[in-house]
């Protein structure tokens, strides 16, 4: 009896030890946060500084051409984000109209959301931005011809949805054109095989 009751207390102790010890000598020692570290982040700031930033940049920008104030202090996180948006809101028609760079707001807030989404759905996939740039032709400009400036922009892959798409020209190119995709920036030539092992 004494055997048994030692086999089930050393069973006993063994699952115990395997739920409460890793063999991960690289994770760190101590507890767990109390909270997901990444909502915290965003809460603290993660979704303001960014759009600070485009706000500041349009401000900037006003200033050369007219006399314009710099971004005001609003107080806390809720009116400075309330502010922010507030005031990007009302100007984006300038923007789109006089602001050059006005596709940073636009990669600015595709960011934003893809984290919030991710946090809200556990999908940690992000979007990877490619190298080259965008090899397909300008917009406006005939494709045919062989003097077509480039496109130029930057690619990036949104693992959600498997499409690769340029910012600057809006392509999106699913996995059935990825072939074109890399023989249009030289990384493949076409009809492309797979070389014999």
């Not at 946090?119 to 990877?128: F, H, M, Q, Y």
């Not at 072939?179 to 076409?190: E, F, K, R, V």
Request: hydrophobic share 35%; glycine share 8%; proline share 8%.
């Amino acid at each position: 009896m004494k055997i048994a009751e030692r086999a089930a207390g050393a069973a006993q102790r063994s699952a115990l030890k395997a739920a409460t010890c890793t063999d991960d000598l690289s994770a760190p020692a101590g507890s767990k946060p109390p909270a997901n570290l990444a909502v915290l982040s965003l809460l603290g700031g993660g979704v303001t500084e960014p759009l600070l930033v485009e706000e500041d940049a349009w401000r900037r920008e006003l200033r050369t051409t007219r006399h314009y104030r710099l971004t005001p202090g609003r107080g806390g996180q809720d009116n400075t984000l309330r502010g922010t948006v507030k005031w990007l809101r009302l100007n984006l028609y300038w923007a789109c109209h006089a602001y050059p760079d006005v596709d940073d707001l636009d990669r600015t807030l595709r960011k934003l959301l893809g984290e919030m989404r991710s946090l809200v759905s556990g999908d940690r996939r992000r979007r990877e931005d490619l190298k080259p740039c965008c090899p397909m032709p300008a917009r406006g400009y005939n494709e045919d011809d062989p003097e077509t400036p480039k496109c130029g922009g930057r690619l990036t892959y949104d693992p959600r949805r498997t499409v690769i798409r340029c910012d600057t020209c809006r392509r999106a190119y699913g996995p059935a054109d990825w072939d074109l995709l890399g023989a249009a920036a030289g990384l493949i030539t076409l009809p492309f095989t797979v070389p014999a092992a």
